[in-house]
């Protein structure tokens, strides 16, 4: 049995988390043991432990935009030496076979692959267009210290070799598998109307994904609100949480709505439990990440729960949604053209269920979980056996 080491950004269950959840528990246990260590506690940990996955909280930093002038860097060079031995010293006297760093903004595995000696892979989940510094010196380190980096769509790994620090040949695609059993058209969502005050012959349009910088609530919101106001029986919902210290963005949305004159028509939701649910509440599914989105899991769960998809056209969701199959695409950026695209959908019932039913058949056939997981245990198989 070979022990695999894997190191996390954080304790939450957003997309990362959740496949870096699926890989642990879903891998074969006869030959592979996973040993997580988290740099905090929350609900990541304890879905973990509930599913008997050895979990370790060590308190290590993450590269974030607070450690990015003079006074962080030495912030984050104290606290990273501090954190390497508190994380070697858990370990004291155990072998570990194979590192799994499971996105760019953790570096401790650098460190620890010296001191261990051990393969190192890299999985990244991201596409860092700014600071364009980060972008390089995270490309570069990537590029030195991994035996394999594992991109989860094309335009990960066309990002990555266009940074020209990494070989292609280094690169691996694995792209992430989600469980069916849990998202799917079967998880029970009528309790939904009554909590929230919904209609139940409304249409409603929903979006999942945490609010920062990127993942394009205001966008929704703006295309949202003139279709709003011609539909009194149309509903909009945004679920999410935010960073840590940034509570305004979401108090910025509260504006956003407050002042749009169909503030009825919209929920703003935190972070919740029951996401399963919600998919199949929705009628619609919208992602219109500002940024090129890597290959994100909110889709791949509203695939699995057979919806249709709105999003802007760059990134992996363009791997995900095939236009005039199981979504539309707008031109990135221009949210009057995700406007009518979602539009589109709203006026089409037919039309919806054709495309959710195509993001059901498409997201089994090149997403599924089993797939995910056997490409990961042939290359930890290759890289522990050399």
């Not at 370790?56 to 993450?62: C, L, S, T």
Request: net charge positive; with cysteine; proline share 4%.
């Amino acid at each position: 049995m070979k022990n695999i080491l894997y190191l996390h950004a954080g304790s939450e269950m957003y997309g990362s988390d959740k496949i870096l959840l699926e890989l642990v528990t879903g891998l074969n246990k006869k030959s592979f043991h996973p040993i997580v260590v988290l740099p905090s506690t929350g609900v990541l940990e304890t879905k973990m432990l509930e599913a008997n996955i050895e979990v370790h909280v060590v308190d290590y930093p993450i590269l974030r935009r607070k450690y990015m002038n003079f006074k962080g860097i030495l912030k984050y060079c104290y606290f990273y030496r501090q954190s390497i031995k508190k994380i070697l010293n858990t370990f004291k006297g155990r072998k570990i076979d194979l590192i799994h760093i499971n996105t760019l903004a953790v570096l401790e595995g650098i460190a620890l692959k010296r001191k261990l000696r051990v393969p190192l892979i890299w999985h990244v989940h991201e596409i860092i267009l700014r600071p364009r510094i980060v972008f390089f010196v995270t490309s570069f380190l990537a590029g030195m210290f991994s035996e394999k980096i594992v991109a989860v769509s094309k335009p990960v790994k066309q990002h990555l070799i266009n940074s020209k620090l990494i070989s292609a040949k280094k690169i691996v695609i694995i792209h992430n598998g989600i469980d069916n059993n849990i998202y799917s058209d079967q998880a029970k969502f009528n309790y939904i109307f009554d909590e929230l005050e919904i209609p139940e012959n409304s249409v409603r349009v929903g979006m999942i994904g945490r609010i920062n910088a990127w993942k394009g609530q205001k966008d929704f919101l703006n295309a949202m609100f003139p279709l709003l106001k011609k539909n009194k029986n149309l509903y909009a919902f945004l679920l999410g949480g935010t960073f840590d210290g940034e509570k305004w963005r979401r108090e910025e949305l509260e504006v956003q709505i407050k002042s749009s004159g169909v503030k009825s028509q919209i929920r703003l939701l935190d972070f919740r439990k029951d996401t399963a649910s919600f998919y199949n509440f929705f009628d619609i599914f919208v992602l219109p990440s500002t940024n090129p989105d890597p290959l994100p899991t909110v889709v791949l769960e509203a695939m699995a729960s057979g919806k249709s998809i709105v999003g802007y056209r760059h990134g992996g969701i363009t791997e995900m949604v095939g236009e005039k199959e199981n979504g539309l695409l707008a031109e990135p950026g221009n949210v009057p053209d995700l406007s009518k695209k979602i539009n589109t959908l709203i006026g089409n019932k037919q039309l919806r269920i054709r495309y959710g039913d195509n993001s059901k058949i498409k997201e089994e056939k090149y997403f599924s979980l089993e797939t995910f997981l056997l490409n990961f245990s042939k290359l930890y198989q290759n890289l522990t056996s050399s």
